[in-house]
């Protein structure tokens, strides 16, 4: 992480976790990654196994934390806000399927 401001709401710490994901391939990752972790929950509510919880913490991190020390070549900022980092996770997945990332990239000045 490059800066050291404290993020006190989602909604201030959001163009921040954006700038963090800069890199297309690193979000690619957590793309990936978020699916499996769906996958797995889905799978684990439909069989009735709380295990696959684990598989699904597994591979959500697992993706996450390749795209940042790999590729994007920065900390997760989920080891500072870890709540806020994993609603904005599934925040960046929502806007990626609708079509929104984009605009939202834009907004917190990611080119």
């Known amino acids: 992480m490059t800066e050291n401001k404290k993020y006190e709401t989602l909604q201030e710490f959001w163009p921040f976790y954006l700038r963090e994901h800069s890199n ?46 790999f590729l994007e070549k920065n900390r997760p900022a989920t080891f500072i806000y870890p709540f806020k980092s994993f609603v904005s996770d599934w925040r960046m997945y929502f806007y990626t399927i609708t079509g929104q990332l984009g605009k939202e990239l834009e907004k917190a000045g990611v080119k």
Request: net charge positive; charged share 5%; with cysteine.
């Open 24 to 69: 297309k391939m690193n979000r690619i990752f957590h793309f990936i990654g978020t699916t499996c972790a769906l996958v797995f929950i889905v799978s684990a509510i439909f069989y009735l196994n709380a295990w696959y919880l684990l598989g699904a913490l597994f591979s959500g991190y697992l993706f996450a934390w390749i795209g940042h020390f």
